[in-house]
């Protein structure tokens, strides 16, 4: 089915006519429409365009109202101010139009016909290493990006360009040697939890830390050891690969527990580029992007420069030989725009790497591999900050695992389910816990703009007042209890009915989910489509009380009305925190 258009765009267009009707002269203007509180819309377009054409903004105006036919959508117009134009539309026309969207599988949000190819590069854990909090805003709001994108017609690669190469891996791999049994595990075969897996990990990279730091001449042979494993020795291979899969196990047990699908081929860490890096450098130098510098291959740009006022370098590949992030990043980009035919790539990284991606951006620009035609951006977020507003760490100074996190999160979670519930038996307590505390912690982030920092409280995660994602399962369980109580009643629209406020104001807001989920994924901006759904809950809730839908019960037309728009919420709210990768469980 075709878009449905919104009320907004078809307001726009009478006016857009009513326009170029009584003014001519004024070509394709832009009448300049928003949501008011003083109407249901507000153009004030007329206000520039009577500066141009040298009018008076208020007789213009008139001569715009007197110039649109009387129509079915448009039920007032009036002029205000200095030539505002207040527009009220008709009852009919909302639910007429709520109505083509509720027949829509796709609730009306449109499909962008032009849409391209975005390379994702989000949820990034290192090899060897626990996830810990700063892990969880990639994830989260990396993966929202991928369902929206998706959703809006865009196709998506996802990539998670996890930290797997490098020279701790000559410490990690030499150890192993030297100690072959600390990876084997109870029984072979045996199901390893991510835990265990994370455990093992943990425990062998302690003890080969405390051996390179005690130990020259292991020292020594870990550093031959990486020389081997850059080389491709078969065997530091084999034994590197232990490394990824053990982690693999653990990366994907806490992915499970945050709700999110990651899929192995889209798993493509550092050294998934190592083939390329010697090419990458040979075409920078090659081609005049970069210059030998004290035998280092560098980039140089005119405004990065440091605390001395000289030039800071994108070191690409290093005096030793080496190579840095940059070589990696830069050849990924090569493989996502030339191999995979990407159109835009998003990288959501962390705002502290802003300036090491604005200088790789700028490389691939001068290189060729970015133009006109393939974008790359980033999607920068800001710090998880404690309660106190300071970077988030345990008693103990130590950085907070995420699994605790999480965990914490579903035991909070649990208990409010527990205290609400009425008729729920354990197991179904666990899982609204879980399906409750994960969208939670998933929410408090994307509803805050991702650049900005955000506090990590818990109490208020979970509570069922304000801005929380409680507060909108919360709505959307109501909804579905008012349908378990409605008996032979059916949710059927009815344009010839008179409109109460709430239900017109409720109506007015569901009518706008399609521009929003088209904003959010044009802007990158998940917290639009946060704020949006939280907006229509507190609608809902106040149509909730203000009119009836079961008890006392209303004149039938009127009943079907109202549950006709419960449905539509219902619907939206489920597919627009769909979109946020939250659950939306029918009863709590």
Same mark, same amino acid.
């Given at each position: 089915?075709?878009?449905?258009?919104?009320?907004?765009?078809?307001? &726009?267009?009478?006016?857009?006519e009513g326009?170029?009707?009584a003014?001519?002269e004024?070509?394709?203007?832009?009448?300049l429409?928003?949501?008011?509180d003083?109407?249901?819309?507000?153009?004030?377009?007329i206000l520039?365009?009577?500066?141009r054409?040298k009018?008076?903004?208020?007789?213009l105006?008139?001569?715009v109202?007197?110039?649109?036919p009387?129509?079915d959508v448009l039920?007032?117009?009036?002029?205000?101010?200095p030539?505002?134009l207040n527009i009220?539309?008709s009852d009919?026309a909302?639910?007429?139009?709520l109505?083509a969207r509720?027949?829509d599988?796709?609730l009306?949000v449109p499909?962008?016909?032009? #849409?391209?190819t975005?390379v994702i590069?989000y949820?990034?854990?290192?090899?060897?290493?626990?996830?810990?909090?700063?892990h969880?805003?990639s994830?989260?709001?990396? #993966?929202?990006?991928?369902?929206?994108l998706?959703?809006?017609?865009?196709?998506v690669?996802?990539r998670h360009?996890?930290?797997?190469?490098?020279t701790?891996f000559g410490?990690?791999i030499?150890y192993?040697i030297?100690?072959?049994?600390?990876?084997?595990?109870q029984a072979?075969?045996?199901?390893?939890?991510g835990?265990?897996?994370?455990?093992?990990l943990?425990?062998l990279?302690?003890?080969s830390?405390a051996?390179?730091?005690?130990?020259?001449e292991f020292k020594?042979r870990?550093?031959?050891?990486?020389?081997?494993?850059?080389a491709?020795?078969?065997?530091?291979?084999?034994?590197?690969?232990?490394?990824v899969d053990?982690s693999?196990?653990?990366f994907y047990s806490v992915f499970d527990?945050l709700?999110m699908?990651?899929?192995d081929?889209?798993?493509?860490?550092?050294?998934?580029?190592n083939d390329m890096?010697?090419?990458t450098c040979?075409?920078l130098e090659e081609?005049g992007?970069?210059v030998r510098?004290?035998?280092?291959?560098c980039v140089?740009?005119?405004?990065?420069k440091?605390p001395?006022?000289n030039?800071?370098?994108?070191?690409v590949q290093?005096?030793d030989g080496g190579?840095?992030y940059?070589?990696?990043?830069?050849?990924?980009i090569?493989?996502?725009?030339?191999?995979l035919?990407a159109?835009?790539l998003?990288?959501v990284?962390?705002a502290r790497?802003?300036l090491h991606?604005k200088m790789?951006?700028?490389?691939?620009?001068?290189?060729g591999?970015?133009?006109d035609e393939?974008?790359a951006v980033?999607?920068a977020?800001?710090?998880v900050l404690?309660k106190?507003g300071?970077?988030f760490k345990t008693r103990?100074?130590?950085t907070?695992?995420?699994?605790?996190?999480?965990d914490e999160?579903i035991d909070?979670a649990?208990a409010?389910?527990?205290?609400?519930?009425?008729?729920l038996?354990?197991a179904?307590?666990?899982?609204r816990g879980?399906?409750?505390?994960?969208g939670?912690?998933?929410?408090?982030?994307?509803s805050t703009?991702?650049?900005?920092d955000y506090k990590?409280?818990?109490d208020?995660m979970?509570?069922?007042n304000?801005d929380?994602?409680v507060?909108?399962?919360?709505?959307?369980?109501?909804?579905?209890?008012?349908f378990?109580?409605?008996?032979?009643?059916t949710?059927?629209?009815?344009?010839?009915?008179?409109?109460a406020?709430a239900?017109?104001a409720?109506?007015?807001h569901?009518? &706008?989910?399609?521009?929003?989920?088209a904003?959010a994924?044009a802007?990158?901006?998940p917290h639009?489509?946060?704020?949006?759904?939280?907006q229509l809950?507190?609608?809902?809730?106040?149509f909730?009380d &203000?009119c009836?839908?079961i008890?006392?019960e209303?004149?039938?037309e009127?009943?079907e009305?109202?549950?006709?728009?419960c449905?539509?919420?219902?619907r939206?709210l489920?597919?627009?925190m769909?979109?946020?990768?939250?659950?939306t469980p029918?009863?709590?």
């Open positions: 089915m075709a878009s449905v258009p919104s009320l907004a765009s078809t307001v &726009q267009q009478r006016l857009a326009l170029s009707a003014l001519p004024a070509g394709s203007a832009d009448p429409l928003r949501r008011s003083r109407a249901d819309f507000q153009a004030n377009g520039a365009l009577a500066k054409l009018g008076n903004p208020r007789e105006a008139t001569k109202v007197d110039s649109i009387a129509n039920k007032e117009i009036e002029v205000s101010g030539g505002f009220t539309v009919a909302i639910v007429e139009t109505a509720a027949a599988a796709r009306g499909l962008n016909e032009a #849409a391209g975005t590069d949820a990034q854990p290192n090899v060897a290493k626990e996830m810990h909090v700063g969880l805003r994830a989260v709001i990396g #993966a929202a990006m991928v369902e929206i998706e959703f809006t017609g865009e196709t690669v996802r360009h996890i930290g797997d190469w490098g701790q410490m990690l030499q192993l030297e100690h072959p049994h600390e990876l084997d595990h072979e075969g045996a199901e390893v939890s835990e265990e897996a994370m455990s093992n943990n425990r990279y302690k003890a830390r051996l390179f730091d005690a130990d020259e020594t870990a550093r031959a050891r990486v020389v081997d494993l850059q491709g020795d078969e065997e530091t291979l084999a034994l590197w690969q232990r490394f053990e693999k196990i653990y527990k709700d699908d990651i899929r081929p889209d798993v493509v860490g550092e050294s998934g580029y890096l010697q090419e040979r075409i081609s992007v970069a510098s004290e035998g280092a291959l140089f740009f005119d405004d990065v440091g001395d006022g030039p800071v370098p994108l070191i290093k005096s190579f840095g940059a070589a990696t990043d830069l050849s990924a090569r493989d996502r725009v030339l191999d035919k159109t835009s998003l990288y990284v962390d790497q802003s991606f790789v951006f700028e490389t691939a620009r001068r290189a591999w970015l133009n393939v974008k980033q999607l977020f800001g710090t404690g106190d300071k970077p103990e100074g130590e907070v695992r995420l699994v605790d996190l999480l999160a909070r649990s409010v389910v527990r205290e609400k519930a009425r008729d038996t354990e179904e307590i666990a899982e879980a399906q409750v505390g994960i939670a912690v998933k929410y408090a982030d994307l703009s991702a650049a900005r990590f409280d818990l208020q979970v509570s069922l304000g929380t994602s507060y909108l399962q919360y709505a959307y369980a109501r909804i579905k209890s008012i378990g109580k409605a008996g032979d009643r949710a059927l629209a009815h344009p010839e009915l008179e409109l406020p239900e017109r409720l109506g007015l569901l009518d &706008q989910f399609g521009e929003t989920v904003e994924a802007e990158y901006a639009k489509l946060a704020a949006y759904l939280y809950a507190s609608l809902y809730t106040t909730y &203000q009836p839908v008890k006392p209303p004149p039938k009127i009943a009305n109202r549950l006709f728009l449905d539509l919420t219902a939206t489920h597919q627009g769909a979109l946020l990768g939250i659950r029918e009863r709590l």
